[in-house]
């Protein structure tokens, strides 16, 4: 079935500074890949997505292009801000279902 | 823009007892999907329904149950609780022919 894995530990940066968060997926075929993003006490929202290789998805700020040959998705922000503060889960649907990575937890600091 | 509603927000049960959440969809949406979310975990699929008629099942216990209604809501029904069934319980639902999930903003049970 599909999996997603994302990049180990929190991740802590300062505001204005560039963010990535690794995601990779295994999958049979090419299904659509999903960010989301999940602030305290709240539930899920999605962030961005793509449906076919090369599509970039992209939502303030944030983008995420879809590698076939390299079966990745990862997330990238080019200045974070400090209410980009939150839960980052890449997931794929595929088998009439999300499959969802560990998520990374983001902290900007002022 | 209707979201999806979930009820209750908050839920807080003993061990043993019995509980039901209720997932009212986006209006037009017609697929509902419940995962639950233990504390620093991700998300982990439930169970799904099509049309009113259950399409596909993960990692749900035996003693969790769940339905959906004419009207497209649906609801989890959840007995002898335990401790381990503390958590948040979200449900997302999907409009026809699309597969992107509309999450609600989930029910937190906790389980004393």
């Known amino acids: 079935g599909n999996s997603v894995t994302q990049m180990e530990g929190p991740v802590t940066l300062s505001e204005e500074a560039f963010l990535t968060i690794n995601c990779t997926y295994t999958a049979t075929g090419y299904p659509s890949l999903f960010w989301y993003v999940q602030y305290p006490g709240e539930g899920l929202q999605l962030l961005l997505k793509?449906?076919?290789?090369?599509d970039k998805g992209s939502n303030k700020g944030f983008e995420a292009t879809y590698r076939k040959e390299t079966t990745s998705f990862h997330l990238e922000k080019g200045s974070v801000q400090v209410s980009d503060s939150a839960v980052y889960f890449c997931?794929?649907?595929?088998?009439?279902?999300?499959?969802f990575g560990k998520g990374n937890q983001v902290v900007v600091i002022p | 823009a209707a979201g999806v509603i979930q009820s209750p927000r908050h839920l807080i049960k003993e061990k043993r007892e019995t509980a039901t959440l209720k997932c009212y969809p986006i209006?037009?949406?017609?697929?509902v999907y419940w995962y639950q979310q233990g504390p620093g975990q991700d998300p982990q699929f439930l169970i799904s329904f099509y049309e009113k008629m259950q399409s596909d099942k993960g990692s749900i216990p035996d003693r969790f149950s769940a339905q959906q209604f004419s009207d497209y809501h649906s609801e989890l029904n959840m007995s002898s609780l335990e401790l381990g069934d503390s958590a948040l319980y979200f449900c997302?639902?999907?409009?026809?022919?699309?597969?992107?999930?509309?999450f609600g903003p989930g029910t937190r049970l906790t389980v004393l």
């Open positions: 997931a794929s649907y595929g088998n009439n279902r999300l499959a």
């Open positions: 997302a639902s999907v409009e026809r022919g699309e597969d992107e999930q509309f």
């Open positions: 209006p037009r949406h017609d697929t």
């Open positions: 793509a449906t076919k290789a090369d």
